[in-house]
């Protein structure tokens, strides 16, 4: 195991995310279109019910076959069939996931079109308390987040744009051990405006 990989509860979701996309072109159109509620409410409201719907329709061992395609093999999808287990029986590292998302930005995971359709969700995202808490803001600025939450555990992954200002990056923050999710969202926020002050800084000397 990798010794960063931690609970990474509902950012998981990423996982399946690509993995319903990477299977896309072997499906047809119709078939791809009934999914598509599902992964919306799955992103923008982390809703489980939609993602244990996902991860039956796809098959757990599909999307980490997905994902380990892709040069991650610590980030993936619980495969034991319990009503908890996509939470819960999950695993991820920061790192993978923070890489992850830098490919999905960089459009290598799917076809340029297809990564424009998971960033838009990305972008869609509901739970705003985190990463995106402790940018400015700014009208040029653009983040797509997947927050993740379970008991002492709370997590968040983005991708910050601001082309303006040549800033472009991914970040993957998770914790364990929090005293409550609003201290925990207190810190992710933190930690998110002194990444994106220190990267302003490298691009404006």
Do not use: C
């Amino acid at each position: 195991d990798h010794p960063l990989q931690v609970r990474p509860a509902s950012v998981i979701k990423l996982a399946v995310l690509v993995g319903a996309y990477r299977a896309r072109p072997h499906m047809t159109a119709a078939q791809f279109n009934r999914l598509r509620p599902d992964l919306k409410r799955m992103i923008t409201v982390s809703d489980n019910a939609a993602t244990r719907r996902l991860v039956k329709r796809l098959g757990a061992a599909s999307i980490n076959a997905a994902v380990r395609e892709l040069g991650f093999s610590h980030f993936r999808v619980g495969e034991s069939d319990t009503h908890e287990w996509v939470l819960t029986g999950s695993k991820a590292a920061p790192e993978d996931t923070a890489l992850l998302l830098a490919k999905m930005a960089r459009r290598e995971v799917v076809s340029s079109e297809a990564s424009d359709e998971m960033l838009a969700l990305l972008g869609a995202q509901q739970l705003r308390g985190r990463i995106p808490a402790g940018l400015p803001p700014a009208p040029d600025l653009w983040v797509g987040n997947k927050t993740g939450t379970l008991t002492g555990v709370v997590n968040d992954a983005g991708v910050v744009l601001q082309p303006a200002r040549g800033i472009a990056y991914t970040l993957a923050i998770f914790t364990s051990g929090t005293r409550s999710e609003g201290a925990g969202a207190q810190l992710l926020a933190d930690l998110s405006a002194v990444v994106y002050g220190y990267m302003a800084r490298q691009h404006h000397g």
